[in-house]
């Protein structure tokens, strides 16, 4: 992964990553539902993606219900739909002091690292990126979104510990990706963006830190995504020392780029829905080029989605995408 990074930051060429699984789910004509409860239809959805478009890495299902279903909050996993967390796991500081660190064989957990590891087995041509959630993200899942901003201010101590166990099971997640041959793991955080740097520095970043300590080394990067940020809390999200960082389309780019150092891997940031799924193809061009020419001078960017491309996206505007980017580079 060092080499992969460094080839990107030497050269003109610009790569373009978008993270994307659901094109390959319909390819293969599965539901959205069997992809994320079967690990293999899941690894054939991702393979299917490498296989259709011109990828420089492959990227798996961004599920952000896997680690709150293992610790045993309720899922709704609809057909052709992302799956959500309904209810609320824990409420007080009882409840969380009561919460069980989970094994890696609850849930769905089992079904994911079966993906990873074969994808890591089977697409050798390119890196394999793995999906979690961020441990803010995923506290906020068990405890309720809305109920954890509050909590932060009037039970810090039993948020903190909440954290805490989050981090635990993902560093523990992490390390069994790493170990099922991936080469780095897209972490998505887009609740911390509803924080101040201060706050998001204070209950998301240190622990992200933890876990990027944990796994990240040459061999294996961690790519840092928050949606949320709008330009707050950038500073926050370098603090983690995560090797990329992904930033949503709610964010100036170039200002992003502006505010990282030009050895970290700056990516994003065109929108999933407004771009890639409700665009036509002309507009999907066009809306390329333009960042393209906007962020040109910046050799540590990679093009991107904003955040995961959703169910439905048409061949037609993905491919318009990286028609773009082809026909950028060859003017370089």
Same mark, same amino acid.
């Given at each position: 992964?060092?080499?992969?990074? =460094?080839?990107?930051?030497?050269?003109?060429?610009?790569?373009?990553?978008?993270?994307?699984?659901?094109?390959?789910?319909?390819?293969?004509?599965? &539901? +959205?539902?069997?992809?994320?409860?079967?690990?293999? +239809? #899941?690894?054939?959805?991702?393979?299917?993606?490498?296989?259709?478009?011109?990828?420089?890495?492959?990227?798996?299902?961004? =599920?952000?219900?896997? $680690?709150?279903?293992?610790?045993?909050?309720?899922?709704?996993?609809? =057909?052709?739909?992302?799956?959500?967390?309904?209810?609320?796991?824990?409420?007080?500081?009882?409840?969380?002091?009561?919460?069980?660190?989970?094994?890696?064989?609850?849930?769905?957990?089992?079904?994911?690292?079966?993906?990873?590891?074969?994808?890591?087995?089977?697409?050798?041509?390119?890196?394999?990126?793995?999906?979690?959630?961020?441990?803010?993200?995923?506290?906020?899942?068990?405890?309720?979104?809305?109920?954890?901003?509050?909590?932060?201010?009037?039970?810090?101590?039993?948020?903190?510990?909440?954290?805490?166990?989050?981090?635990?099971?993902?560093?523990?997640?992490?390390?069994?990706?790493?170990?099922?041959?991936?080469?780095?793991?897209?972490?998505?955080?887009?609740?911390?963006?509803?924080?101040?740097?201060? =706050?998001?520095?204070?209950?998301?970043?240190?622990?992200?830190?933890?876990? +990027?300590?944990?796994?990240?080394?040459?061999?294996?990067? +961690?790519?840092? #995504?928050?949606?949320?940020?709008?330009?707050?809390? &950038?500073?926050?999200?370098?603090?983690?020392?995560?090797?990329?960082?992904?930033?949503?389309?709610?964010?100036?780019?170039?200002?992003?780029?502006?505010?990282?150092?030009?050895?970290?891997?700056?990516?994003?940031?065109?929108?999933?829905?407004?771009?890639?799924?409700?665009? &036509?193809?002309?507009?999907?061009?066009?809306?390329?080029?333009?960042?393209?020419?906007?962020?040109?001078?910046?050799?540590?960017?990679?093009?991107?989605?904003?955040?995961?491309?959703?169910? #439905?996206?048409?061949?037609?505007?993905?491919?318009?995408?990286?028609?773009?980017?082809? $026909?950028?580079?060859?003017?370089?």
């Amino acid at each position: 992964m060092k080499s992969w990074i =460094d080839s990107i930051l030497t050269s003109k060429q610009r790569i373009a990553l978008p993270i994307m699984t659901h094109p390959g789910i319909e390819a293969i004509g599965k &539901t +959205v539902k069997e992809a994320v409860s079967d690990g293999q +239809v #899941h690894y054939e959805a991702i393979k299917s993606v490498a296989e259709q478009f011109a990828m420089p890495a492959c990227t798996s299902i961004m =599920d952000l219900t896997v $680690e709150a279903e293992a610790f045993g909050a309720t899922i709704n996993l609809p =057909d052709n739909e992302v799956p959500t967390v309904t209810g609320r796991l824990v409420s007080d500081a009882e409840s969380i002091a009561a919460l069980e660190v989970p094994s890696l064989e609850k849930g769905r957990v089992p079904a994911y690292l079966l993906a990873n590891k074969l994808a890591a087995e089977n697409i050798t041509d390119k890196p394999v990126f793995s999906g979690c959630i961020g441990p803010f993200s995923l506290a906020g899942r068990l405890y309720d979104m809305s109920e954890i901003m509050v909590g932060i201010y009037i039970e810090p101590d039993a948020i903190n510990e909440l954290l805490s166990k989050c981090t635990q099971f993902l560093i523990d997640y992490c390390k069994a990706l790493k170990a099922s041959g991936t080469q780095g793991v897209v972490m998505a955080e887009p609740a911390a963006g509803l924080l101040s740097n201060e =706050d998001c520095q204070m209950y998301s970043s240190g622990y992200v830190k933890q876990i +990027v300590e944990a796994v990240q080394d040459d061999n294996f990067t +961690v790519i840092l #995504h928050n949606c949320g940020n709008t330009g707050h809390c &950038t500073e926050a999200m370098l603090a983690t020392g995560a090797r990329a960082l992904h930033f949503g389309n709610k964010i100036d780019m170039v200002q992003a780029l502006n505010d990282c150092p030009a050895d970290v891997i700056v990516m994003g940031n065109l929108d999933p829905v407004g771009v890639f799924k409700m665009g &036509t193809p002309d507009e999907v061009y066009a809306q390329t080029k333009e960042l393209l020419e906007k962020t040109t001078s910046y050799a540590n960017f990679v093009i991107s989605s904003g955040c995961d491309i959703p169910p #439905h996206a048409s061949n037609a505007n993905i491919e318009a995408f990286f028609r773009a980017v082809q $026909e950028y580079n060859e003017t370089i």
